[in-house]
């Protein structure tokens, strides 16, 4: 399917303007579905537990904003149970960025495997938001890092083990990982989205990390992956369209997401899609349509592909 959907947002000053875009299968510009069309797939039926690995092309893209958005807005439209896992570090968490109600952290969840018999059991994990996503946070400590790249406590066997508690538990299961857990992930993937800045930097960003994942994983998961191009605004629109360039025929899809104050990188406190404009809602709406849809249509490999 070869089409471009528009997402057209109005800015402060009342004007009208293209920042947020979704380009599918690099065709030529059509009309736009509108967002009852974006809903619909947002809202698209899966067969089984999926699982989404958000990564950034360089530090300070927005890989965190994008996967706690897409989190809150599939939460949102869906009736099924969407999970964000916060596997980072530092001080820019997902954790961060919402109201937590439990003192459990991923870490105390992969010591506590053994003893998650049930969803009441796994829920003493998690938060929940008032969108309705559950979010396993990170830890905050000064050792945070230090046990993330720990091989024991993070064994391939433990993560394989997590992966399966969790598919039992929740339909979609949204990933944020640190690097040092990154590339471990992509096995586990049913959908790659990775995010870069619109920036002059973002073509070299986007054009290094197709060259790493082409070194890392299957053709089929990069040929499937989303990119989102974050924080579209007028002045940026030359160093976007020069990563879009990069990026089309490479990916799947092509999603802008306009800039947003709340969103910026630092700004403290909980975020909230209630929180954007309204091109900024409309967009990850557009994104969460993409993902889901294409999640539907995708395979999974075997245990014994991920082993390899």
Do not use: K
Not at 97 to 121: C, F, K, N, Q
């Amino acid at each position: 399917m070869r089409r471009v959907e528009s997402v057209v947002g109005r800015d402060q000053s009342g004007g009208w303007r293209r920042l947020a875009q979704v380009v599918v299968g690099g065709g030529a510009p059509s009309r736009n579905d509108g967002i009852e069309a974006d809903e619909a797939r947002a809202r698209t039926v899966l067969n089984g537990s999926r699982r989404v690995v958000v990564l950034g092309c360089t530090g300070g893209a927005g890989q965190t904003t994008t996967t706690l958005m897409l989190g809150h807005t599939l939460a949102r439209y869906r009736e099924d149970r969407v999970l964000a896992v916060d596997a980072n570090t530092g001080d820019n968490t997902l954790t961060g960025r919402i109201h937590t109600d439990s003192p459990e952290t991923l870490t105390s969840l992969m010591a506590g495997l053994d003893g998650v018999s049930g969803y009441l059991s796994m829920r003493a994990y998690t938060t929940r938001c008032e969108s309705g996503l559950e979010v396993v946070g990170s830890d905050a400590d000064v050792g945070a890092a230090r046990r993330l790249a720990d091989r024991r406590l993070f064994s391939d066997e433990r993560l394989a083990q997590a992966v399966r508690v969790l598919d039992r538990h929740y339909r979609l299961i949204l990933v944020d990982p640190a690097a040092a857990v990154a590339a471990r992930m992509l096995a586990y993937a049913d959908q790659l989205i990775l995010v870069a800045p619109a920036s002059e930097d973002a073509p070299d960003a986007v054009a290094m990390t197709f060259d790493w994942l082409d070194g890392q994983t299957s053709a089929d998961l990069r040929r499937r992956s989303v990119m989102v191009i974050n924080g579209v605004s007028r002045r940026s629109m030359a160093g976007v369209e020069q990563a879009e360039a990069v990026a089309r025929g490479r990916c799947r899809a092509i999603v802008r997401i306009p800039w947003e104050d709340e969103l910026a990188p630092g700004r403290p406190g909980p975020a909230q899609p209630s929180q954007l404009r309204a091109g900024g809602r409309r967009a990850y709406v557009a994104l969460a349509g993409v993902v889901a849809s294409g999640l539907a249509a995708a395979s999974r490999p075997s245990e014994e592909e991920v082993a390899q």
